[in-house]
């Protein structure tokens, strides 16, 4: 029966024979080239070296008779055979590298110019005894034929120049340099010549340079090939520095001069790049008489005939307007202005009529161009508002920065993205203008333009809402927050939809700032739950871990005591409880960052319990976290107060010793034990050996009472409110229903109304008194001068109590007490600190209630 339901379900059709066989005849393919590079007996022999040989044997035998790659192998290696033995490497197998140098390819030539430089920079030898064995070899390399090879060691040459001394470098560099440079020398010669020159102006004394080097300047400058020309042009501002001012004004401009007027653009743009880093040589003549008509020249030309200075001159038209300020007329001033504005649109402006094909070529070829172009002026966006004064912004650069910010090519958007932040802190108290193009660049939709803005959020938002404040407008702050709050969270769900984790990691990180910038209300119903849902259901751990932090942040700085412990509550249940293990792990790490930003006490009153269960988890992978994280978790304990958690937490630790199955865990908990036992607990009181983490811990403590507190007072001015508001109501109606009756009633209501009027005048001025001193909390706490628990800066929580207000803050919590205690005495209402709505309407019903009420309210004045 068997072999018949196999056959019945085969299908051995001919077409799938011959797949079946195809397929096979690729394996085979696949394996002949693998069969091909094997290594013969012969081969193998070959390459085989005697193991008892010493590492220098080694290296001299591999490069005396070895092939390239071992060859290559042990130039690698030279940096650590130096390191071991220094004085035999240089004497056996130095010698032998450069014997091999002479007909090394091209990747051993790389690899010695790496390993020279390595060795210098490592130090293994002396400067003498590297310039004596190791700078001949590189000399004689530097002229290689290949051009990669030569510049790796020429690299290693300049970066050798650095260390050597002045007679080393005169006899051994600057001597032969003066016949490298010469005409009758290779083009590769003269151009390494150039740079070698460069970099000696630095070494020598300005009378050295005039004497030796500036004569072959001149020289290098007027050469017959282009190249050398704009190698040279380009040394002449590290030449310049070396000579000073005034060398340079008489001797380095009027090479540059000349060579601005070039006939080779090369020539010409490597003129105008070292003119604009040389501004600052220059005196205000040089500048308005030799480098401003040169610069105009530019200007004018870029747009004509010569368009490959336009992207250099786009780059460098910030430092050139603000280096040249002093000197413009009002007239220029404008000019150089509008030639920014017409290259910030430059390529957007589409010109009709004009369907050829050639045109097309050209303008794809120039498409690129142009948004370089529009690049560099989003790059010195910020430098021309220094040009044109950050008042008139909005007359004069606004809708500038409109049209870089909603440009079609990412690259320019991801510019102003990037100096998003220099703009804001120009502009100020008005930074309020770009509001809607902060929107924007939030809304974006290429991520790395997000990513780019990003980096500085903390500190846009800060000032963002900063000029919000001193706009002075309510309309344009109500206005903006909630285009704010959008804005980031659509940035934020744009981010998780991604395959982008690490934008996504670092915005959840820069997150954490938000309740310096908005209300505790707005994080809580718009960001804390969202965040909970990433640590719950996100795959990546980087962004879980950045979401719990930035979740026990948005706790931290919860106003609300009722949502404070719904929070809580959904981390014990949802995490600490959950049935993933991997939920379990992320409510350990959570459990970390509570431990940093908040108190001791805070901790152990909601958390130290939840995370001992976890001593009992069926996985061995959260006993394990668990375990590396008890340190810490004693380390919240005081004595004697926490004395029943020690000793929790001392039956966990026997349990896991005796129940323990897995080795792993049971050795970590070993070792946990050991350092629990040398660990010293911290006592309520003030100890000199904990002093630093105590007061840090008394201001956490501190903090977290005053939300509290201020919890506590804004009820009280909302019931006030909602109780005044009935009153007046109340009297309202009865004024209009009474007015009907007779006038004998209607004088009996007007005299009792002032009495229960009086009484309430009396409740608000205590209760004012109070509202002013939450106020002043409110403030002090709002704007600190420093925050220990935030880098961010502290814009709009409650967590800046300092030690100026601490007494205020105690003199106010047994005020509060007292309060309390008066009114559960006095009343039956369900909460004891505030009197519901209802018992405030019945307070006016009656005569008895109200003399009860004026008794209540003189008791709370005599407490104050």
Wanted: net charge neutral; hydrophobic share 35%; proline share 3%.
């Amino acid at each position: 029966m068997h072999p018949i339901i196999i056959f019945s379900k085969m299908d051995l059709s001919q077409s799938n024979l011959f797949g079946y066989i195809e397929d096979l005849q690729e394996l085979t393919i696949i394996e002949r080239p693998v069969r091909r590079n094997l290594k013969t007996p012969e081969e193998i022999e070959r390459l085989t070296v005697d193991e008892e040989l010493s590492d220098i044997e080694r290296a001299v035998y591999l490069l005396s008779s070895g092939q390239d790659i071992q060859g290559t192998s042990v130039v690698a290696n030279l940096p650590v055979l130096m390191r071991q033995n220094p004085a035999e490497t240089l004497c056996r197998v130095l010698p032998k590298i450069r014997e091999v140098l002479h007909v090394a390819g091209v990747e051993m030539q790389l690899t010695a110019a790496v390993s020279f430089l390595t060795v210098l920079q490592e130090e293994s030898v002396s400067i003498h005894t590297y310039s004596h064995s190791f700078l001949h070899i590189i000399l004689q390399n530097l002229e290689h034929r290949d051009a990669g090879v030569s510049n790796a060691w020429l690299e290693t040459l300049l970066a050798v120049i650095e260390a050597l001394p002045k007679e080393t470098i005169r006899h051994e560099i600057l001597n032969p340099l003066v016949s490298k440079a010469q005409l009758s020398q290779t083009l590769q010669s003269r151009v390494v010549s150039c740079k070698i020159m460069g970099k000696l102006a630095n070494k020598f004394e300005a009378h050295i340079i005039k004497r030796d080097i500036l004569p072959l300047v001149k020289s290098l400058c007027q050469d017959t090939e282009y190249e050398v020309r704009t190698c040279m042009c380009r040394q002449l501002e590290h030449i310049a520095q070396g000579i000073g001012a005034e060398l340079t004004k008489t001797v380095v401009l009027p090479e540059l001069v000349e060579l601005a007027r070039d006939e080779g653009s090369s020539v010409r743009l490597a003129a105008f790049e070292t003119l604009v880093n040389l501004l600052d040589m220059f005196d205000a003549d040089d500048r308005s008489q030799t480098v401003l008509p040169l610069v105009k020249s530019f200007c004018e030309k870029s747009f004509k005939a010569d368009e490959s200075i336009l992207v250099s001159l786009s780059f460098h038209l910030g430092k050139l307007c603000n280096g040249l300020y002093g000197i413009f007329t009002p007239e220029q001033h404008l000019r150089f202005f509008e030639f920014y504005k017409k290259l910030s649109t430059l390529g957007l402006q589409q010109e009709n009529g004009h369907n050829d094909n050639q045109l097309q070529l050209q303008t794809l070829e120039q498409e690129k161009k142009y948004i370089l172009v529009r690049k560099n002026c989003a790059y010195n966006f910020p430098a021309m508002i220094v040009f044109v004064d950050p008042k008139n912004f909005h007359l004069e650069l606004y809708s500038i920065f409109f049209c870089l910010c909603h440009d079609p090519e990412v690259p320019v958007r991801y510019t102003m993205a990037l100096s998003f932040y220099e703009v804001a802190k120009l502009l100020n108290s008005g930074v309020y203008t770009i509001h809607k193009e902060l929107v924007t660049l939030l809304q974006d939709e290429s991520l790395e333009v997000l990513d780019a803005l990003v980096g500085h959020l903390p500190e846009i938002l800060e000032l963002m809402t900063n000029g919000v404040e001193n706009c002075g407008s309510e309309n344009s702050k109500l206005l903006s927050i909630p285009d704010l709050i959008t804005a980031l969270t659509t940035a934020e769900q744009r981010a998780a939809t991604s395959l982008k984790w690490r934008t996504h990691e670092k915005l959840l990180q820069k997150y954490a700032c938000l309740p310096h910038i908005i209300s505790s209300d707005q994080i809580y119903y718009r960001f804390l739950h969202r965040m909970l849902t990433i640590i719950l259901t996100n795959n990546v751990l980087p962004v879980q871990k950045a979401a719990a932090r930035t979740l026990c942040v948005y706790l931290r700085y919860n106003r609300k005591q009722e949502q404070r412990h719904e929070v809580i509550q959904k981390l014990i249940e949802q995490l600490g409880q959950g049935k993933s293990y991997w939920n379990r792990l992320r409510f350990l790490d959570t459990c970390e960052f509570i431990m940093e930003l908040f108190s001791k006490s805070f901790f152990c009153k909601y958390f130290f319990l939840p995370v001992l269960e976890l001593t009992h988890d069926p996985v061995a992978n959260v006993r394990m976290k668990l375990c590396y994280l008890l340190p810490k978790v004693k380390s919240t304990l005081k004595i004697p107060t926490d004395k029943h958690l020690l000793q929790q937490l001392e039956l966990c630790i026997r349990k896991l010793l005796c129940q323990e199955k897995d080795k792993d865990v049971l050795s970590i908990v070993k070792r946990t034990v050991l350092e629990l036992d040398r660990m010293e607990i911290s006592v309520d009181a003030f100890q000199k050996r904990f002093y630093e983490n105590d007061l840090l811990d008394q201001e956490k403590e501190r903090q977290e009472h005053l939300l509290l507190e201020m919890e506590q007072l804004e009820k009280e001015k909302q019931q006030n409110e909602g109780r005044s508001t009935n009153i007046n109501n109340k009297i309202f109606e009865k004024k209009r229903r009474d007015s009907k009756t007779s006038s004998v009633l209607a004088k009996s209501i007007t005299l009792s109304v002032p009495g229960s009027s009086s009484a309430m005048s009396a409740g608000k001025e205590d209760k004012k008194s109070k509202l002013v001193r939450s106020q002043s909390f409110s403030t002090q706490a709002l704007h600190p001068k420093y925050n220990t628990l935030d880098k961010c800066p502290n814009k709009s929580s409650a967590t800046g109590y300092t030690s100026s207000v601490s007494g205020m803050g105690k003199n106010c919590m047994l005020s509060f007490t007292d309060d309390s205690f008066r009114t559960h005495s006095g009343g039956n209402s369900g909460n004891a600190a505030f009197p519901s709505s209802s018992s405030s309407r019945n307070l006016f019903n009656s005569a008895d209630q109200k003399s009860n009420g004026n008794k209540e309210i003189q008791s709370r004045k005599m407490s104050m």
